[in-house]
């Protein structure tokens, strides 16, 4: 890519609904006339502001869609909870012990992350210029602390039982206190998955995962009841093993879904859905490097795009304007871009001053 014409747009955080198919909800220049002539009839009759009081609201409508999501499944996780710790002390069972603190820790984690996304309201300043999302990253950090501490205690008590065998009263309520577990863990798991993935919340999928695994410990336990009512004495301490080790397959889920995003990892599918639509742009000759990134649950991009070199800065910037409005409606849960506007061939690489620099790296592989 040669030549530049040094023309950026930033943030403009067009909030609209989802991108069709077709592309017909595209701006200004992009697609057919008749797909123009439709947007901007939409326009008309449903019209948008770019003012940051409207760049706000949608920030603010997921962050109450995932606190809503924690507190219900708080809610439904702590009557789990209270009710094992009941039948736990009647029983004695380490099993169902192990699965009672792991629910309590799973409801607990709603805190943290509950914190982070009122965090992630507050608006940029001059020294968090990007704002509070990252929070969520650290709530996920302290999620998968959570999840292998669950662990640790689950396969002490377990050993501990092993080496000192008691036997279990209340076989009954046991069983239904895994059953209850377990139903109240698995529609949390759907409910928090759901709209982690829904708001883009990578730490709210893990708290999801976690909840599941949850759910399947809590089967566990009622298998451990089972061996227990047929004499084998073991079977509840060998169960708590068990669950030890389900915990820690989901805290390698986990752990890799917040490492991700802690990397600035993006599914590749979205880098190709951008560079799409940036193709689709009438006027856009080329395309450069495509940088995506998380902060917090809304995706942010770096682009540049090759235009005309006899092109003048006015029509350059309604170019860029366009592949950022392109960019917003075609990646889910985009919120801004910064477009780059390069032109072609014209005499001297007018990057040649920052080669040594290296900022002007290639196209990402």
Same mark, same amino acid.
């Given at each position: 890519m040669e030549g530049n014409q040094h023309v950026h747009t930033h943030g403009h955080h067009h909030e609209h609904g989802p991108a069709r198919p077709d592309g017909e909800h595209r701006h200004g220049s992009t697609g057919s006339r008749p797909n123009r002539l439709r947007h901007r009839l939409a326009h008309l009759f449903t019209p948008h502001s770019h003012e940051?009081?409207?760049?706000?609201?949608?920030?603010?409508?997921?962050?109450?869609?995932?606190?809503?999501?924690?507190?219900?499944?708080?809610?439904?996780?702590?009557?789990?909870?209270?009710?094992?710790?009941?039948?736990?002390?009647?029983?004695?069972?380490?099993?169902?012990?192990?699965?009672?603190?792991?629910?309590?820790?799973?409801?607990?984690?709603?805190?943290?992350?509950?914190t982070a996304f009122l965090l992630g309201r507050r608006p940029p300043n001059r020294r968090y210029t990007y704002g509070y999302g990252r929070a969520e990253d650290l709530a996920g950090i302290l999620i998968v602390a959570t999840i292998g501490a669950s662990a640790v205690l689950a396969a002490?008590? !377990? %050993?501990?039982?092993?080496? +000192?065998?008691?036997?279990?009263?209340?076989? =009954?309520?046991?069983? #239904?206190?895994?059953?209850?577990g377990f139903a109240g863990n698995e529609w949390v798991a759907r409910y928090r998955i759901r709209t982690g993935k829904k708001i883009g919340s990578a730490a709210l999928v893990a708290d999801g995962l976690h909840a599941r695994t949850d759910g399947f410990t809590s089967l566990a336990v009622l298998l451990g009841s089972g061996g227990a009512a047929l004499g084998w004495r073991a079977a509840d301490p060998v169960v708590?093993?068990?669950?030890?080790?389900?915990?820690?397959?989901?805290?390698k889920d986990a752990a890799r879904e917040v490492y991700r995003r802690l990397m600035d990892s993006v599914d590749p599918a979205l880098v190709t859905t951008?560079?799409?639509?940036?193709? !689709? %742009?009438?006027?856009?000759? +080329?395309?450069?490097?495509?940088?995506?990134? =998380?902060?917090?649950? #809304?995706?942010?991009?770096?682009?540049?795009?090759?235009?005309?070199?006899?092109?003048?800065?006015v029509r350059a910037h309604e170019l860029a304007v366009a592949a950022e409005h392109a960019l917003i409606h075609a990646v889910p849960r985009l919120t801004a871009a910064t477009v780059h506007a390069d032109h072609g061939p014209a005499g001297a690489d007018p990057h040649a001053a920052l080669a040594h620099h290296g900022s002007r790296p290639g196209a990402v592989s």
């Open positions: 940051a009081a409207d760049k706000i609201d949608p920030a603010l409508e997921t962050s109450r869609e995932g606190m809503r999501t924690l507190w219900i499944s708080l809610a439904v996780l702590g009557v789990a909870t209270v009710v094992q710790a009941v039948i736990v002390a009647l029983s004695g069972s380490v099993a169902l012990l192990g699965d009672t603190v792991h629910n309590a820790a799973d409801a607990l984690t709603a805190i943290p992350l509950g002490w008590v !377990a %050993v501990d039982r092993l080496l +000192d065998p008691r036997d279990i009263t209340h076989l =009954w309520a046991v069983s #239904a206190a895994a059953l209850t708590g093993l068990l669950i030890t080790v389900a915990i820690l397959f989901v805290l951008a560079e799409e639509a940036l193709r !689709a %742009v009438e006027g856009v000759r +080329d395309i450069g490097p495509v940088r995506m990134r =998380w902060i917090g649950h #809304a995706l942010r991009a770096e682009v540049d795009i090759v235009v005309d070199a006899r092109l003048t800065v």
